[in-house]
């Protein structure tokens, strides 16, 4: 299962954590997988091109683990690059089913 553990504070991103492989199909097959990589992706590397926020990211292939930091309040542009990934999220975990993807929201 992916576990997605995402942070605010002071309803501000603060981090995200990514963990785990959906385990919906064999490695090179699941879809599940994949969509949430190109999600996740995609959204890390808009934010670096197209924006001047801060951020650090960890990232274990192996062991499907992304952890990504906002040290600093993000920009309009950020939140909504975040907002729609979380929104493509929750949509893959509403089709797909809860047994392949975990979202937890905390705030701090």
């Not at 385990?23 to 590397?45: E, P």
């Not at 950020?78 to 937890?104: H, N, P, T």
């Amino acid at each position: 299962m992916i576990s997605v553990a995402i942070t605010k504070r002071n309803n501000q991103y603060y981090s995200i954590l990514f963990d785990g492989h959906a385990g919906y199909d064999d490695a090179g097959y699941d879809i599940v997988c994949s969509a949430v990589s190109v999600l996740v992706l995609n959204t890390i590397n808009s934010i670096e091109k197209f924006t001047d926020d801060a951020m650090t990211t960890e990232f274990v292939e192996e062991d499907g683990h992304i952890f990504t930091t906002f040290p600093e309040s993000l920009s309009e542009k950020s939140q909504v690059l975040l907002d729609a990934m979380l929104l493509g999220l929750e949509e893959i975990q509403k089709q797909y089913g809860d047994e392949y993807i975990s979202l937890l929201y905390k705030e701090v």
